[in-house]
């Protein structure tokens, strides 16, 4: 099976920052697009970056430019790079990956989520 698995989350100052990582573990023949979303409590989960096998990136408003998503397709892995950290940036974290297994069944995949807080 395809696994998501997660890491870098925890408790920063604002101003502070954080790099989540992401790694795809399994039967993977391929992975096209990598992205992070995030969900703070009563909120729906929203699109925080996005990233194409070839490189592309795309990035939600809020970030504005302090968030960085870059990968390394060899590893199987994607990155978040949190700069300048603001509590409203206090959310779970979940990574997202469009795979292609290793019987060509493409399919969406979800990470276990990582909390990130932001707090003096």
Known sequence: QVRLVESGGGLVQPGGSLRLSCAARGSI???NDMAWHRQAPGK?????????????????????GR???SRDNARNTVYL????LKP????????????????ATRASYWG???????SS
Do not use: P, W
């Not at 409203?88 to 019987?103: K, R």
């Open 44 to 64: 729906q989960r929203e699109l925080v970056a996005a990233s194409t096998s070839g490189g592309s990136t795309n990035y939600a408003d809020f970030v504005k």
């Open 29 to 31: 023949r391929s992975i």
């Open 88 to 103: 409203d940036d206090t959310a779970v974290y979940y990574c997202n990956a469009d795979v292609v297994n290793h019987y």
């Open 81 to 84: 790079q949190m700069n300048s």
């Open 112 to 118: 276990q989520g990582t909390q990130v807080t932001v």
């Open 67 to 69: 968030f960085t998503i």
